[in-house]
């Protein structure tokens, strides 16, 4: 099975309790060549996009696949094209009969934002 994920997120929080209230809002689609924030990747999270300028490296030449074929994306093959990107997780070979079994990946924040008034996510999830 290949999975791509694409991630938004927006984060709302208060800067001082009793004080006029902000917004934070980190938006990030990840369907790019790179993103702007930082992002840790781990294992096998890559851009389908990307051209690894940026803190979550892009899937074609990530070591984590060393050997695998790289399947899918918008047009069967990678790369994509920017702005038609996502954020993969796992690759899902069918040519080594894994289809993303024992696979793993995934993004976290590297960056900090107040919580005090709680977090809001949203993502959208393809998978195929």
Do not use: E, H
Not at 5 to 16: D, E, F
Not at 26 to 51: E, F, R
Request: aromatic share 6%; proline share 3%; with cysteine.
């Amino acid at each position: 099975m290949k999975t791509i994920q694409r991630v938004g997120l927006l984060a709302t929080a208060a800067l001082l309790p009793g004080v006029a209230r902000a917004q934070l809002v980190i938006s990030d689609t990840l369907t790019g060549a790179s993103s702007s924030y930082k992002w840790q990747a781990l294992n096998g999270a890559c851009l389908t996009a990307g051209n690894g300028t940026g803190t979550i490296p892009a899937c074609s030449g990530l070591s984590y696949y060393s050997g695998k074929t790289l399947v899918g994306g918008v047009t069967g093959t990678l790369p994509d094209a920017v702005g038609s990107g996502a954020l993969r997780l796992t690759n899902g070979d069918t040519t080594t009969g894994s289809n993303g079994n024992n696979q793993t990946g995934a993004v976290v924040s590297n960056f900090t934002f107040p919580t005090n008034q709680g977090i809001q996510v949203t993502f959208t999830t393809v998978t195929y």
